[in-house]
């Protein structure tokens, strides 16, 4: 077993912000182990800055912004994704903030995360193992004590990288990241394994889910989304949307996670929120709201149980969201990605009959 990093003994190693805070002190001037045009090659290379920029400040937690570095030209910002993937239009309100820190300088939108995920086309990619590459690339001074706690950050991150790739190379040797990743740490398999001891199990499930849904893509254009509940990630994969229906729009889409697949149907959330807002009475709760509006849609969407497989109906609990269910004879990650696919096309077609079925039950057109 490989030496543990001064990091990992902070116990503090997997935490997002630790690493937001670590990356900005190395960019920052208060960081003594670069010289000045190391620290310029560093920015250049990773942030495509020009050669004559002149840094200013690294800061962290600035307008929601995970690390933001500011240039006489340019505001860097990075949002930075190690245990977690970004949420449904954050990136597009992080853009905003960025513009307003200092509006006659150039933005530069960044996005750090450890599993090749994609944000929006305005923000550039930037994953840890390039990250990696570029920082162990650069030479560190002499005899300065700045210096060993970089290297014992790199160390922290050559583990991390691997351990990813290891993964990625090996699924079918990693099952506990698929069934340990609810569990509480010495509730797992091996808790001292590099993944579990940094609870990685949910993230590395969302990158298989999402090599999974880009494959799909490539047979059968969808558009997806990877979450979780519990540590167990998820993918929907959406098959019609704006469907209006009490002044409020539904999508229908299909689910995987675990051994489990679902046809599901919820509001939208955004216009959940503006109905309650709306209300103006502080007694009436968004979970409320949701209660109403999905009451009369549940004995209408219940009349799908049991059709194409669909044996298990799911009311609500929280959300506006209810769902019929089936089980497949393996988890998805036991199953080759090409038969996967085929299985999630046929449950696609499976979809467009269901939702027309439920159209019809809905009066909708």
Known sequence: MSAISFFEYLGLANIERIHSQTLAWIFSNDFKGFDG?????LLQQL????????????????????IVIETDKSIIAIENKIKSTQHSGQLERYEEAAGVIAPHKKVRLYYLTLINESGPATWTKIT?????????????????????????????????????????????????????GSKKKEEKVDSMNFIANNQ????????????????????????????????????????????????????????LQGSSLKFCFSANQGELERIHSELHDFKVSLFQVKVKLME??????????????YVRYNPPRSNAYVS??????????????????????EELQNAAILTDELLKLLGTN
């Open 37 to 41: 045009p190391t620290k310029n090659h």
């Open 47 to 66: 942030f495509n800055i020009e050669s004559d920029e002149v840094f200013e400040k690294a800061e962290t937690e600035k307008k929601h912004l995970d």
């Open 128 to 180: 840890y193992a390039r990250l990696l590459e570029i920082l162990s690339a650069e030479r560190l001074a002499a005899n300065e004590k700045h210096s060993m706690f970089f290297e014992e950050y790199l160390i922290y991150l050559k583990k991390l990288v691997s351990a990813v790739n290891e993964f990625d190379t090996h699924v079918l040797d990693h099952e506990f990241v698929f069934t340990d």
């Open 200 to 255: 990685l199990e949910t993230i590395l499930q969302k990158s298989y889910l999402t090599k999974i849904a880009l494959q799909l893509n490539k047979l059968r254009p969808t558009e997806f989304t990877i979450n979780e509940t519990r540590g167990v990630a998820l993918c929907d994969l959406t098959f019609k949307k704006n469907i209006r229906h009490n002044e409020v729009d539904f999508e229908t889409f299909i689910q």
């Open 296 to 309: 009369p849609i549940l004995p209408l969407f219940r009349q799908l149980k049991g059709k194409n497989g």
């Open 324 to 345: 019929i269910s089936k089980t497949m004879k393996l988890p998805y990650y036991r199953m080759s990605i090409e038969d996967l696919c085929t299985l999630l096309i």
